[in-house]
């Protein structure tokens, strides 16, 4: 059965579903794999909303903003940033 991930943070599937391993700033972490709202999905793995996430690509990053969708199977590489820009 699939498992798939609402914007709630909420899931559907079989309750004993299995995780699979990412990295977050060099760090393996586990979560389930399915698709994510980014912001939901920084959430989830405790990073700071005030951050942003870039997903590691063919060795080059990809900024992920918060309110696109990311799909994790595994194995995935991401990294964490302070926010460029703003007012000083």
Same mark, same amino acid.
């Given at each position: 059965?699939?498992?798939? @991930?609402? *914007?709630?943070? !909420? @899931? !559907? %599937?079989?309750?004993? /579903?299995? *995780?699979?391993? $990412?990295?977050?700033? #060099?760090?393996? =972490?586990? $979560? =389930?794999?399915? *698709?994510?709202?980014? /912001?939901?999905?920084?959430? #989830?793995?405790? $990073? &700071? !909303?005030?951050? +942003?996430?870039? +997903? $590691?690509?063919? +060795?080059?990053?990809?900024?992920? &903003?918060?309110? /696109?969708?990311?799909?994790?199977?595994? %194995?995935?590489?991401?990294?964490?940033? /302070? =926010?460029?820009?703003?007012? !000083?």
């Amino acid at each position: 059965m699939e498992m798939t @991930h609402t *914007t709630d943070g !909420s @899931h !559907s %599937g079989p309750e004993h /579903a299995h *995780t699979v391993t $990412i990295v977050v700033d #060099r760090n393996p =972490r586990e $979560i =389930r794999p399915g *698709t994510y709202v980014v /912001a939901d999905f920084k959430e #989830r793995l405790g $990073i &700071d !909303s005030c951050k +942003e996430l870039d +997903e $590691i690509v063919c +060795e080059e990053f990809k900024p992920l &903003d918060d309110s /696109a969708k990311v799909h994790v199977k595994g %194995g995935e590489q991401f990294v964490t940033h /302070a =926010r460029c820009g703003g007012s !000083s």
